[in-house]
């Protein structure tokens, strides 16, 4: 399974202590991140993570562009709502790309903490919490 990360700055913390949470299938899953994000998760949560540009310099597009060709089964985006983003249509070209191509998406701890659930269960050897 391919999974891409994105977290805004006020929610990276929220992002590694998710990606430590459910590190047994994520472990397991190929996982692609903008920039510090997946930086961080590589330094703080000990996943093999492929860096790509961060959001506001064309990382969220790159990630919208692999799903649009089937590169990414899942997308969890921890959003800030409460913080204006500069690349802001970028973000909502990626959100739309999900909707278009029927890419799962979750953009807040409590839907990401679903999908992973779920998408945990079909996969041998689980070790994420129930």
Same mark, same amino acid.
């Given at each position: 399974?391919?999974?891409?990360?994105?977290?805004?700055?006020?929610?990276?913390?929220?992002?590694?202590?998710?990606?430590?949470?459910?590190?047994?299938?994520?472990?397991?899953? +190929?996982?692609?991140?903008? #920039?510090?994000? /997946? !930086?961080? %998760? $590589?330094?703080? &949560?000990? *996943?093999? @993570? +492929?860096?790509?540009?961060? #959001?506001?310099? /064309? !990382?969220? %597009? $790159?990630?919208? &562009?692999? *799903?649009? @060709?089937?590169?990414?089964?899942?997308?969890?985006?921890?959003?800030?709502?409460?913080?204006?983003?500069?690349?802001?249509?970028?973000?909502?070209?990626?959100?739309?790309?999900?909707?278009?191509?029927?890419?799962?998406?979750?953009?807040?701890?409590?839907?990401?903490?679903?999908?992973?659930?779920?998408?945990?269960?079909?996969?041998?050897?689980?070790?994420?919490?129930?």
């Amino acid at each position: 399974m391919k999974i891409a990360l994105i977290a805004h700055d006020h929610k990276k913390d929220d992002m590694v202590a998710l990606a430590r949470e459910f590190a047994g299938f994520l472990g397991r899953c +190929e996982l692609v991140a903008t #920039g510090t994000t /997946g !930086g961080r %998760l $590589q330094a703080e &949560a000990g *996943l093999a @993570v +492929e860096c790509l540009l961060s #959001g506001p310099l /064309g !990382g969220d %597009l $790159q990630i919208g &562009a692999r *799903l649009s @060709v089937g590169g990414v089964d899942a997308v969890i985006f921890l959003r800030d709502p409460m913080t204006p983003q500069p690349h802001e249509p970028d973000i909502n070209a990626l959100v739309r790309a999900c909707d278009v191509h029927n890419v799962p998406c979750a953009t807040n701890l409590a839907s990401a903490r679903c999908l992973l659930r779920e998408f945990s269960r079909g996969t041998p050897d689980s070790s994420a919490p129930a």
